[in-house]
């Protein structure tokens, strides 16, 4: 396995980039498998696999049939699927997770291989609250430990619970919101790690440990053992980890952080991102290092020409997909989108994109209009977007900030089809506290291949601390009216000729 910690730059980059919150980890052999929340998209939590931490690619999503996740219409944008935990136990891999919606609550799947498929639900009514968690101790028993700090015994394949929920541990005290609990036979201990201070900028990361699953627990005098509140620190937001053993016998995290950028008070759009760190024991406590450098591959960059009948795993709507409305059958190697909401304002849209995960990029497709109208997007959620529409020989650039919507530039075209483009710039004026992150430029590529801009839209507006919630980022293509055809679509970072 190739060593993380060789060189550590001054900003350590995530090891799987954009929006990919609440990280969850195990080890089967040399194999490692990582799951994280995925909120209001469909299909939901992403599964990743690697051989050395660093290096991750997408192998799944583990609710990816109606039959597993139904997120309903009115289901809030950064509701949905939240924090799921992921263990592998006598053969099979258990990953148990919350849903926030309508019919919802705390549910279990499993599966042989975590490339799926992955099962059908088993409910969990006598779980409460969210952020569940799976341990198991030596005679079999299942330990259910959720956000509160509370803890449950279950029957993993019933989801009976096996007498009431008690409370476990507070958490440090003063700190808020005790979250995040992963639980874990250690040597001669249990420890239990949980995350502390909400998940923004006073987030952090607490242990503390006992001689049994169900406590009592002594907390860590070290407490918390990583965070990077009121620090400069590049990356920020630090917390929501899970440990892992090495085949080697070294320990490492896995947690969310947050790259802000801009001036002051610093804006993210990536969202909550996953980063890698470095554990070392000392008298039977675990001592936190720094974050480790990433190479942030996963569903990164490239083109896509829809050339296969089923989608790529990267590929994510928001809150459901019906096959009649996204398609790459109807017309062979091209996206077919059939509009059912009339904008990105709809909770039902149709929609098909992917993560942001680069803090400069630039994103292309050609649209074939001749049967509807819709374009190109960058959503944060229904009340944060922007995007380049085309259709009836217009095509207009539409910005979604709050309660405003309004079209801030409009450009006649021609008939047939057209390649619509946004491309993001960092932004850094040397004196100005007030630059937002990055700025976002739309427009339509001439028939000489260069570039028309018809406008060029503040990032920050697009941001969590602007817009609020969980999420980050998404580019892709919608619908609006009709049906429109997507011949292919293309991300990448710099250089962009």
Request: with cysteine; hydrophobic share 35%; aromatic share 8%.
């Amino acid at each position: 396995m190739s060593d993380p910690t060789q060189t550590t730059p001054a900003v350590a980059d995530p090891v799987i980039a954009g929006f990919h919150p609440d990280p969850s980890i195990c080890r089967v052999g040399d194999d490692y498998y990582l799951v994280c929340s995925s909120f209001e998209y469909f299909p939901g939590v992403p599964v990743f696999h690697s051989r050395d931490l660093v290096r991750w690619t997408q192998i799944a999503n583990a609710l990816e049939r109606p039959s597993q996740l139904h997120l309903s219409a009115d289901t809030p944008s950064s509701g949905g699927v939240y924090a799921p935990t992921l263990r592998h136990h006598d053969g099979r891999f258990w990953l148990i997770v919350t849903v926030v919606s309508k019919g919802g609550g705390n549910m279990l799947v499993t599966a042989t291989d975590p490339a799926g498929p992955w099962s059908d639900p088993i409910r969990l009514p006598g779980v409460p609250g969210i952020d569940p968690d799976l341990a198991w101790d030596d005679d079999g028993t299942c330990w259910c430990t959720f956000a509160g700090i509370g803890q449950v015994r279950i029957d993993p394949r019933t989801g009976e619970t096996l007498g009431s929920p008690h409370k476990l541990w507070s958490g440090t005290p003063g700190a808020a919101a005790p979250e995040a609990p992963h639980l874990y036979r250690i040597g001669e201990y249990w420890y239990l790690l949980i995350a502390e201070g909400g998940t923004e900028r006073g987030h952090g990361v607490s242990i503390a440990r006992g001689s049994a699953p169900d406590g009592p627990f002594e907390p860590c005098p070290a407490n918390p053992i990583l965070t990077h509140r009121g620090t400069d620190h590049p990356v920020q937001n630090t917390g929501h980890a899970d440990l892992v053993q090495a085949p080697d016998g070294t320990w490492w995290m896995v947690l969310l952080g947050v790259r802000p950028r801009g001036g002051t008070p610093g804006w993210h759009v990536l969202g909550r991102e996953t980063f890698l760190a470095p554990v070392t024991w000392e008298d039977g406590w675990p001592v936190v290092g720094a974050l480790s450098p990433g190479t942030p591959v996963g569903s990164a960059a490239g083109r896509d020409d829809f050339d296969l009948a089923e989608l790529q795993a990267y590929w994510i709507s928001v809150r459901s997909r019906p096959e009649d409305l996204c398609s790459t059958k109807e017309r062979a190697g091209w996206l077919t989108l059939r509009a059912r909401g009339a904008s990105l304002d709809d909770a039902d849209v149709t929609f098909l994109g992917r993560r942001q995960q680069h803090l400069e990029w630039c994103a292309r497709t050609l649209i074939d209009l001749s049967q509807g109208r819709g374009g190109l997007a960058v959503r944060l959620d229904e009340r944060h977007h922007y995007e380049i529409e085309a259709g009836d020989g217009q095509v207009r650039v539409i910005a979604r900030i709050g309660s405003v919507r309004t079209v801030v530039a409009e450009h006649p075209v021609p008939a047939g089809p057209l390649v619509l483009g946004v491309r993001t710039d960092e932004s850094q004026p040397p004196h100005d506290p007030r630059t937002g992150p990055d700025a976002l430029s739309f427009g339509v590529e001439t028939e000489d291949g260069g570039f028309t801009v018809l406008a060029t839209l503040d990032g920050r507006y697009l941001s969590t601390e602007v817009a609020g919630g969980f999420t980050g980022r998404v580019i892709g293509m919608y619908a609006a009216a009709g049906s429109v055809h997507f011949d292919w679509f293309d991300y990448k970072p710099p250089p962009f000729a």
